[in-house]
């Protein structure tokens, strides 16, 4: 039995529907495996920042660092005060500073972003605050520092006013 052409050009239009749908699910689901593992990766990485930044923030680590660089330094006359010797502290810190730079800047802009998160999210709450102040983190440096006078104005203001009332109120 023949088919019009009609009919079998629908079929393989519906065919090729079908197996663009087919081919989007599967990107779908491709995009979300990826971005789950980005997210763990994220969060892992977070985390390990986020500890990075305690231990060498903390006492502890100053020592230790104080520690090493007093044996480097004490191990000069030993080795001579060679440029190999130079070169391991020189390499080690290098390594070391690099290295840490990225942890603790996640961490700072992890700290950051809720700070101005719970900072908008009070702004919001209040009804005198200004609510154009939220997200004036994103805005051109030249916005800000207009801002920034404006503000120094008006707190200057306040503490005029403010030292007016003192000098009005009767010493009691």
Not at 59 to 88: C, E, K, N, R
Not at 130 to 158: F, G, Q, T, Y
Request: with cysteine; glycine share 4%; charged share 25%.
């Amino acid at each position: 039995m023949a088919h019009p052409p009609q009919a079998l050009k629908q079929r393989s239009h519906k065919a090729a529907e079908r197996l663009k749908l087919v081919r989007r699910v599967r990107q779908a689901r491709e995009d979300k495996r990826e971005h789950q593992t980005l997210s763990a990766i994220h969060e892992a990485f977070h985390r390990f920042a986020h500890g990075v930044s305690r231990a060498v923030g903390s006492p502890l680590a100053f020592v230790g660092a104080l520690v090493i660089v007093a044996g480097w330094a004490l191990s000069g006359p030993i080795f001579g005060y060679s440029d190999t010797w130079q070169l391991v502290i020189n390499t080690g810190t290098t390594i070391i500073t690099f290295l840490v730079v990225f942890a603790i800047q996640n961490t700072q802009n992890r700290d950051s972003q809720a700070l101005h998160l719970k900072l908008d999210e009070l702004i919001r709450a209040i009804e005198a605050a200004r609510n154009d102040m939220v997200e004036i983190e994103n805005l051109p440096d030249a916005e800000l520092a207009r801002l920034e006078d404006e503000m120094r104005d008006l707190c200057s203001k306040a503490s005029d006013d403010h030292a007016g009332d003192k000098q009005q109120r009767p010493a009691s």
